[in-house]
């Protein structure tokens, strides 16, 4: 595990200090995803880099944030590798759109929903 970044270990630290203050103003949440550090601005639905606003991440509401995260952070350890990528393509069996996330090893995992149509349950290897 690499030296965390001077601007991001600042960041952290007003998180924390905000923790204990909560009259005090409010510190988005960083975390890290795929090798990088994200501001989880939960307000604007994105996840924006800390060193690089221009690299964020856009999501159409809080749930579909937060479900990227959770998923992302999970299927990390499982697969051994890193997200790379995420996108949305079309599944057949339940007639609807599902998240399919690309890993840095070129595998490809397709979040399936259950058989209620509920949030994801299981996934699918596509490649």
């Known amino acids: 595990m690499g030296k965390i970044p001077s601007d991001v270990a600042r960041w952290l630290k007003l998180a924390k200090q905000s923790k ?12 890290k995803i795929n090798g990088k550090w994200y501001f989880v601005d939960e307000r604007l639905h ?9 690299d964020a991440k856009r999501f159409h509401d809080q749930n579909e944030l937060q479900e990227y995260r959770s998923w992302t952070e999970q299927l990390q350890e499982i697969v051994g590798a890193r997200v790379v990528s995420a996108e949305m393509q079309f599944d057949e069996s339940f007639d609807q759109l599902a998240p399919v996330l690309i890993f840095s090893n070129g595998k490809a995992l397709m979040m399936l929903s259950d058989e209620e149509g509920n949030n994801a349950g299981r996934f699918e ?3």
């Open 46 to 54: 994105e996840l924006r880099n800390v060193q690089n606003p221009c």
């Open 125 to 127: 290897y596509l490649s």
């Open 20 to 31: 204990q203050n909560p009259d005090g103003p409010r510190v988005m949440p960083v975390v």
